[in-house]
Nanobody, 131 residues
Framework: EVQLVESGGGLVQPGGSLRLSCVVSGALGRHHCMGWFRQGSGPVREGVAA???????TYGRSVRGRFTISKDNGKRILYLQMNNLKREDTAVYYCGAEPACEYSDYFLSNFPDVRGPTAYWGQGTQVTVSE
């Protein structure tokens, strides 16, 4: 069974940086997608950044140029480097993964609506950007 465990959230001032990590256990298969999503005070879970098995990355419009997604395949860790953080980045950040996925852009847009046993989510980590 696949499990995702996030860490690295916290309180940071505007303009500051944080790095989130997501440790993966279990097998996702050769073709899979992974990404970061966030949910603020509203009900919608927004796609932040995604990466597929070929290393192709996709970013949400509001974080482009500030956030970087990467992964260490050997350590099985997914990262999200967040720079120049803004108050509107405050949210719970979730790591998500889907086997049998090839395209990071489709995954980023559609994964929050995917239901079923192969839609894997972590428990979330809180990021708060405030003075």
């Amino acid at each position: 069974e696949v499990q995702l465990v996030e860490s690295g959230g916290g309180l940071v001032q505007p303009g500051g940086s944080l790095r989130l990590s997501c440790v993966v256990s279990g097998a996702l298969g050769r073709h899979h997608c992974m990404g970061w999503f966030r949910q603020g005070s509203g009900p919608v879970r927004e796609g932040v950044a995604a990466i597929d098995s070929d290393g192709i990355t996709t970013y949400g419009r509001s974080v482009r140029g500030r956030f970087t997604i990467s992964k260490d395949n050997g350590k099985r860790i997914l990262y999200l480097q967040m720079n120049n953080l803004k108050r509107e980045d405050t949210a719970v950040y979730y790591c998500g993964a889907e086997p049998a996925c090839e395209y990071s852009d489709y995954f980023l847009s559609n994964f929050p609506d995917v239901r079923g046993p192969t839609a894997y989510w972590g428990q979330g980590t809180q990021v708060t950007v405030s003075e």
